[in-house]
Structure formats: C-alpha cells, structure tokens
C-alpha cells in the first residue's frame, strides 16, 4: 500500500524556518522524481519544487527560489522540504506527491503568522 506521510509543518513567525519532511513507503522510492505542493485557503494548488529520483537535479517555483531547498535521502525514502526566510505569503497546506502517479500524501499546515 502507497503512503506519503508529510510532516513538519507549524507556526512560525515571519523570517523563520521550517524543515518538511515527506516519508514514503509502499513502493520504489528511489525510481521516481518527487514534487511539493502547496494550497493556501482560497486558492489553487501549485507547484512548489521538485526533484529527480537521485537529487541531482531541482526546480523551484520563482516564489520560493533562493528560500526553499528540497532535498531527499533515498536510503531512508524520505524526501525534505528545508524553507528559510518564511514569508506570511507560504502559509498553505503542503504536499508531497510522485511524479506520474497520482499518489499524495494528506498534507502538512504551514502557518506564517507574526
């Protein structure tokens, strides 16, 4: 059975930092790219970042670039979200999902609130 499990998330005030984590299980964590989603309340879903099955490559939404890395450790099919300088503008629900699947996970609360 496919499970994402996303976590991490949290209030924080504007400036500070939070790691995302997104724990796999269920399936070949290391054969497929990985992405972060993000929703805010009353507005669509959109791409954050994503990254290819080794980590050897990313790409960033331009809101993010320069304040998001994302990142994945394959040997603990765990994928990473590290988001510094937060701005009132990320708070969203995040996701994690598989690129080519329809897998999500249930999704983590980013509060960005001073």
């Known amino acids: 059975q496919v499970q994402l499990v996303e976590s991490g998330g949290g209030l924080v005030q504007p400036g500070e930092s939070l790691r995302l984590s997104c724990a796999a299980s269920?399936?070949?964590?290391?054969?497929?790219?990985m992405r972060w989603y993000r929703q805010a309340p009353g507005k669509e879903r959109e791409l954050v970042a994503s990254?290819?099955?080794?980590?050897?490559?990313?790409n960033y939404a331009d809101s993010v670039k320069g304040r998001f890395t994302i990142s994945r450790d394959n040997a603990k099919n765990t994928m990473y979200l590290q988001m510094n300088s937060l701005k009132p503008e990320d708070t969203a629900v995040y996701y994690c999902k598989v690129i080519g699947k329809n897998w999500w996970g249930q999704g983590t609360q980013v509060t960005v609130s001073s």
């Open positions: 990254i290819s099955r080794a980590g050897g490559s990313a």
């Open positions: 269920g399936f070949t964590f290391s054969i497929y790219d």
